[in-house]
């Protein structure tokens, strides 16, 4: 079983920045943000693998702007989000995988707010 706990998010205005993070109970295979608007379904921001390489990937919109990094040492999960657009506005979600791989496990979630 793996806990995850999200912190960081709050209000910006566009153009701002603001960095999430997610302290998990443990490491799993890896760890990723997702985010779901209202009246939308929850979406992939961007994942990292925990192993020998940290490979990451990002979802389209938020390459460049965001970034992902994991702190083995502390057990935190963050991203760093610049250049905030009001499309970014969501709440956002960090999870982990399972032993399938599958995001098994997740967070409660943290609202961004993004207005001009």
């Known amino acids: 079983q793996v806990q995850l706990e999200e912190s960081g998010g709050g209000s910006v205005q566009i153009g701002g920045s603001l960095r999430l993070s997610c302290t998990t109970t443990?490491?799993?295979?890896?760890l990723g943000w997702f985010r779901q608007a209202p009246g939308k379904e929850r979406e992939p921001v961007a994942n990292?693998?925990?192993?020998?390489?940290?490979?990451?990937h990002y979802a389209a919109s938020v390459k460049g702007r965001f970034t992902i990094s994991y702190d083995n040492a502390k057990n935190t999960l963050y991203l760093q989000m610049n250049t905030l657009k009001a499309e970014d506005a969501a709440v956002y979600y960090c999870?982990?995988?399972?032993?399938?791989?599958?995001?098994?496990?997740w967070g409660q979630g943290t609202q961004v707010t993004v207005s001009s």
């Open positions: 443990r490491t799993t295979n890896s």
């Open positions: 990292i693998y925990t192993g020998y390489n940290g490979r990451q």
């Open positions: 999870a982990a995988t399972g032993v399938t791989g599958s995001w098994d496990y």
